[in-house]
């Protein structure tokens, strides 16, 4: 541990300059015009990683590229640890609320500021410098390591996905660490077991070809706004539950010892986050709705007009932009094609319905006894100094699922992200404190894999 602490203080001011150069490329995937800014950072952090040590190619999918390298100087007889992360970003809307360009970090109070400075350019970066640790210092690691970086997480992972039957064989691996993750609170660890699953629609009411002016035609027009509202109210019951039929039957109840493994959480976010308002099912508490059980939510309502002012219009078409996050049993486009005949059945009547179904992915879960398990779990608590406890997030990897039914690996996740992080908003941040501890807990989570 000696040797790791003077390491990481004597490279951290260009570790720190390396991490601001990967965070000022502008990868959002969901934006096609940034196609070339996902090029040349995927480039970047191949050539970054064959510098620390690694042999690292950009694979092109059908999507955004992919970022592979790998060690295994370790040889065929010690295990194998494939790393997962992702270089792609959120959007940076609402931009007037950014203190600081998203794309050119700033560091104030040991905080660094810049979109993806946590999620997770920031997670993945501390994971290398693992990596360059042992190869500066030892020249050798203790497992074969591979890195999975994908460019598209953020949007779908549609092109590691489909190109996943062609790299089986090249991500081939005994364990798999999902670097993408938060931890309880800054004093208390958590290694993550699983992650909701998703599947994501849109919905366009259209009632008139055109814009109506609200006078001439209110009272004649069915609006419809109105048809959207009266569609979203009736997706819950007065129990918090989605009244869409057959929602639930595939959910697995889980045992009370199921849920005794989990820890309580850290229910102050809530308040910190302003909410007063709870959605979750009646009888189970907030984190039991969030980590256990589905939900549907409307993430965008539009129609009409919102702008200054007043303008008397019945608009022609609203659109409702819907996802569910779902459990281990749920198929997404199961739920999604539920979800669809649902909102096309109930429309009011001669109003014009679409609905897609957009991207998704399974929930899964990890092994709570797997030696990655206890690998991981004793590093953060060498590293936090306190009991390290057993966690599940309510948000989605979906493309995890898919390397676990391709690997077969053991699968944990970790990450030192927080609540307050701001990831996906204005003001993203990270602290180096934080950065530092995850260089240390992959450190050691390697050196306890290879001691097996
Ligand atoms: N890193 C997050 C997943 C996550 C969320 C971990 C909350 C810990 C707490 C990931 O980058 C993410 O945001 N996933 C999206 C996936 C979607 C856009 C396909 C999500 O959960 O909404
Ligand atoms: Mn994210
Ligand atoms: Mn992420």
């Keep these: 541990m000696k040797e790791l602490h003077t390491w990481i203080d004597r490279h951290f001011s260009q570790i720190k300059a390396d991490l601001f150069t990967f965070l000022r490329f502008k990868t959002i995937s969901s934006d096609?015009?940034?196609?070339?800014?996902?090029?040349?950072?995927?480039?970047?952090?191949?050539?970054?990683?064959?510098?620390?040590?690694?042999?690292?190619?950009?694979?092109?999918?059908?999507?955004?590229?992919?970022?592979?390298?790998?060690?295994?100087?370790?040889?065929?007889?010690?295990?194998?640890?494939?790393?997962?992360?992702?270089?792609?970003?959120?959007?940076?809307?609402?931009?007037?609320l950014w203190h600081t360009d998203p794309f050119e970090p700033v560091e104030k109070k040991s905080m660094v500021y810049a979109r993806g400075a946590q999620d997770d350019k920031g997670q993945i970066f501390f994971a290398i410098q693992a990596l360059r640790f042992f190869m500066e210092t030892h020249k050798t690691l203790p497992v074969n390591l591979k890195f999975c970086i994908e460019g598209e997480e953020e949007s779908g992972s549609t092109g590691l996905s489909k190109a996943l039957p062609q790299l089986k064989d090249k991500l081939k691996t005994d364990d798999l660490l999902v670097v993408d993750f938060d931890i309880i609170d800054a004093q208390t660890p958590a290694i993550n077991l699983g992650a909701r699953g998703l599947i994501t629609l849109e919905a366009v009411l259209r009632g008139s070809n055109i814009d109506l002016h609200s006078g001439m035609y209110g009272g004649i027009a069915y609006n419809p706004n109105r048809a959207a509202a009266e569609l979203v109210c009736g997706l819950w019951d007065e129990q918090g539950r989605v009244a869409i039929p057959h929602f639930y039957d595939e959910v697995a109840e889980l045992s009370m010892a199921e849920k005794a493994l989990f820890s309580k959480g850290d229910v102050k976010f809530i308040r910190e986050a302003g909410i007063e308002a709870l959605s979750g099912e009646a009888g189970l508490s907030p984190i039991e709705s969030c980590w256990f059980r589905p939900t549907l939510e409307i993430n965008g309502l539009?129609?009409?007009?919102?702008?200054?002012?007043?303008?008397?219009?019945?608009?022609?078409?609203?659109?409702?932009?819907?996802?569910?996050?779902?459990?281990?049993?749920?198929?997404?486009?199961?739920?999604?094609?539920?979800?669809?005949?649902?909102?096309?059945?109930?429309?009011?009547?001669?109003?014009?319905?679409?609905?897609?179904?957009?991207?998704?992915?399974?929930?899964?879960?990890?092994?709570?006894?797997?030696?990655?398990?206890?690998?991981?779990?004793?590093?953060?608590?060498?590293?936090?100094?306190?009991?390290?406890?057993?966690?599940?997030?309510?948000?989605?990897?979906?493309?995890?699922?898919?390397?676990?039914?391709?690997?077969?690996?053991?699968?944990?996740?970790?990450?030192?992200?927080?609540?307050?992080?701001?990831?996906?908003?204005?003001n993203e941040h990270f602290d180096l404190e934080r950065f530092k501890m995850g260089i240390m807990t992959v450190v050691r989570t390697i050196v306890h894999l290879g001691e097996e």
């Excluded at 190619?57 to 494939?82: D, F, H, M, Q, W």
């Excluded at 007043?310 to 409702?320: D, G, H, M």
């Excluded at 005949?341 to 006894?369: F, M, T």
Aim: charged share 20%; net charge positive.
């Design 302 to 426: 539009a129609g009409g007009y919102a702008g200054p002012g007043v303008k008397t219009v019945i608009p022609s078409e609203a659109r409702i932009k819907i996802s569910c996050r779902l459990v281990p049993n749920q198929d997404p486009f199961r739920i999604g094609q539920l979800v669809k005949e649902y909102l096309i059945r109930q429309v009011k009547k001669g109003i014009h319905i679409s609905v897609e179904i957009l991207h998704g992915g399974k929930a899964y879960r990890g092994q709570a006894d797997s030696r990655l398990a206890k690998a991981v779990s004793t590093s953060y608590e060498e590293v936090m100094k306190a009991p390290c406890q057993k966690i599940l997030s309510g948000g989605s990897i979906p493309v995890v699922s898919e390397l676990m039914s391709a690997l077969h690996p053991n699968v944990v996740g970790m990450g030192y992200g927080l609540a307050s992080d701001n990831v996906h908003a204005p």
């Design 32 to 96: 096609p015009s940034l196609k070339a800014e996902h090029q040349k950072c995927a480039e970047w952090l191949s050539r970054y990683l064959q510098q620390s040590g690694c042999q690292s190619e950009v694979i092109p999918t059908p999507g955004l590229p992919l970022v592979y390298a790998e060690n295994l100087s370790a040889g065929p007889r010690s295990p194998t640890l494939l790393i997962y992360g992702h270089y792609d970003v959120q959007p940076i809307d609402p931009t007037n």
